[in-house]
């Protein structure tokens, strides 16, 4: 906020209106030797002018995207955010709102939620949606623990190419849930169908896959739905929401919950977050999704309305019935969601995707005719990541990439034994072909210097 408009007069009202004289009474429920008295240890205060001006270096001190063309993905993308979407999460009743604890006095903030559930469960093919949640991740876990739940087994089955950090969130929510998660380990970046079927058990309540998997492959989801369903188990899936453009939607191989990390559909990156979460499933199982769905119907007039139709987190119901301790959404980015949905349309939103991907083959084609580097899988099928092994150490390389101006990969050495030297690399529809071949002339002469 870059102005308060509170002079000393307004906080002594507001403090007169608490029935106190200053700001120090404030503190008095503090013991007094606990109290620090005398002056920080900081420099003085700036004035307005040399405060922008501080700050203004110190955010240059950044690698911003904006600057540097981006070449890093692993679940946070740089993809073009139309003007549509600021136009409208920047109006204060949207921006300024919370989470609607009266509903009903909140109609312009739930129909905003209507509509956002509605463009995720037209995306997924699947037949309801939630108001979304914190991120792909969590939203990950809330899934693979509803299956558990819906199936009434305790073992999940979780490929090595599902997003390491997805990985560590579920086991971290499923640690003390009397649930064991066995990693499969994959090889030539996929997930193979016979190894599904040899590691389920009686006791496996969920099959997890992501599409397109972690090192960017095309996973063969109809075969490994198919193969969970068969053993008795519920199929989740994390997709990316921008591969929907191409790609067979999850619910046409009969996935049971879907999620997916939204970001990509009009939020900017921000350094890592906020993030906003996706998650979908079968209409069977609308009563155990967790968070909150809204629904439409007609007031007393007989006026379009919107309610808030299901809460199944612990603070509504009886805590032995809740779902979820999930007590909120992220409403302005599933808003930036929806808006950027409806901007792009089937054939916009077609078009990101044949973009990315094209140029994700461009770029791979490219790096591949460089001495010392290769894919590390070749025979998968890519969309718009792909992962390189490259002559010398990854972190390395990002540090002479970042010389050169241009923001590198995703070093994989640190979650994969034997990848010291692979690279995640991803393209998105913003990056041109100078952009791309100025990245591959600056892998090049790594690979001349090492």
């Known amino acids: 906020m870059a102005y308060i408009p509170n002079t000393d007069q307004d906080r002594q009202a507001m403090l007169e209106a608490i029935g106190l004289n200053s700001l120090d009474d404030l503190y008095t429920p503090i013991p007094e030797a606990l109290r620090f008295t005398g002056e920080l240890n900081i420099p003085s205060r700036y004035n307005q002018i040399a405060l922008e001006k501080h700050y203004k270096t110190l955010g240059n001190k950044n690698a911003s995207a904006e600057e540097y063309p981006c070449f890093l993905g692993a679940g946070i993308y740089d993809h073009y955010v139309p003007p549509t979407v600021g136009a409208i999460t920047g109006r204060s009743e949207f921006y300024t709102s919370y989470t609607p604890y009266q509903p009903e006095v909140s109609q312009g903030v739930l129909q905003s939620i209507f509509e956002f559930q509605t463009l995720t469960c037209e995306l997924m093919g699947m037949d309801v949606a939630n108001a979304s949640m914190y991120d792909g991740a969590t939203a990950l876990a809330e899934a693979a623990i509803m299956a558990c739940e ?46 599904v079927k040899a590691a389920i058990t009686s006791e496996t309540g969920a099959v997890l896959l992501q599409q397109p998997n972690f090192f960017g492959a095309i996973e063969d989801v109809q075969a490994i739905s198919a193969a969970a369903h068969e053993g008795g188990a519920l199929f989740v899936t994390c997709v990316d929401p921008i591969s929907l453009g191409l790609l067979t939607p999850p619910g046409e191989y009969d996935a049971d919950i879907v999620v997916a990390e939204g970001q990509a559909l009009g939020c900017p990156m921000g350094y890592g977050g906020p993030l906003l979460g996706l998650f ?157 071949d100025a990245l591959v002339a600056a892998l090049r002469e790594f690979e001349g210097n090492s």
Do not use: W
């Open 150 to 195: 819906l199936a009434g087994r305790k073992h999940l089955l979780v490929p090595d190419t599902i997003n390491p950090i997805y990985r560590d969130v579920l086991e971290t929510y499923v640690r003390h849930m009397n649930l064991t998660v066995d990693t499969l380990v994959t090889e030539n970046g996929l997930t193979s169908v016979e190894s």
């Open 280 to 436: 979908a499933c079968k209409t069977k199982y609308l009563r155990r999704i967790p968070g909150r769905i809204v629904g439409e119907t007609k007031d007393g007039d007989g006026k379009r309305a919107f309610v808030m139709t299901l809460r199944t987190r612990e603070q509504d119901i009886r805590r032995e019935r809740a779902t979820s301790n999930i007590c909120t959404n992220v409403a302005l980015y599933a808003l930036a969601g929806a808006v950027y949905l409806a901007t792009m349309g089937k054939q916009g939103l077609k078009q990101v995707a044949e973009l990315s991907l094209q140029k994700a083959h461009y770029a791979a084609t490219e790096i591949a005719k460089i001495p010392g580097y290769s894919l590390s899988f070749p025979d998968a099928p890519y969309f718009k990541e792909f992962v390189v092994q490259t002559p010398g150490d990854a972190g390395k390389l990002n540090e002479h990439l970042m010389s050169k101006g241009l923001i590198g990969g995703y070093a994989l050495g640190g979650h994969y034994s034997g990848m010291k030297n692979a690279m995640l690399l991803c393209v998105t529809e913003q990056r041109t072909k100078a952009e791309i």
